[in-house]
Nanobody
């Protein structure tokens, strides 16, 4: 079955960095766009960034441009999010999402990122 498993979250001080990973299985990985979303306590889940199936195009929310970088390794069925210059406002649960125009979406269970001031 489809599995998306995030890892790499944790506690970091403001200005620090973290690298999130998402291990995918159970579907044709390079046929899906992949993305990262986040949800802070009391807030709606929001889009962070997305990458197309072959990694050709990337898209970022304005609030992470220049700080976060999405990448994927289709040989490993893995998605990554490099997060630099972290701010307390980046504290949230980060979710990995796989999207296909025909077959729909899959979500991981999330990994907690906490940025202390």
């Amino acid at each position: 079955q489809v599995q998306l498993v995030e890892s790499g979250g944790g506690l970091v001080q403001a200005g620090g960095s973290l690298r999130l990973s998402c291990a995918a299985s159970g579907f044709v990985f390079d046929a899906y766009d992949m993305g990262w979303y986040r949800q802070a306590p009391g807030r709606e889940r929001e889009f962070v960034t997305r990458i197309t199936g072959r990694g050709t195009y990337t898209y970022y929310a304005d609030f992470v441009k220049g700080r976060f970088t999405i990448s994927r390794d289709n040989t490993k069925n893995a998605l990554y999010l490099q997060m630099n210059s972290l701010k307390p406002g980046d504290t949230a649960v980060y979710y990995c999402k796989a999207s296909h125009s025909v077959f729909g979406d899959y979500w991981g269970r999330g990994t907690q990122v906490t940025v202390s001031s």
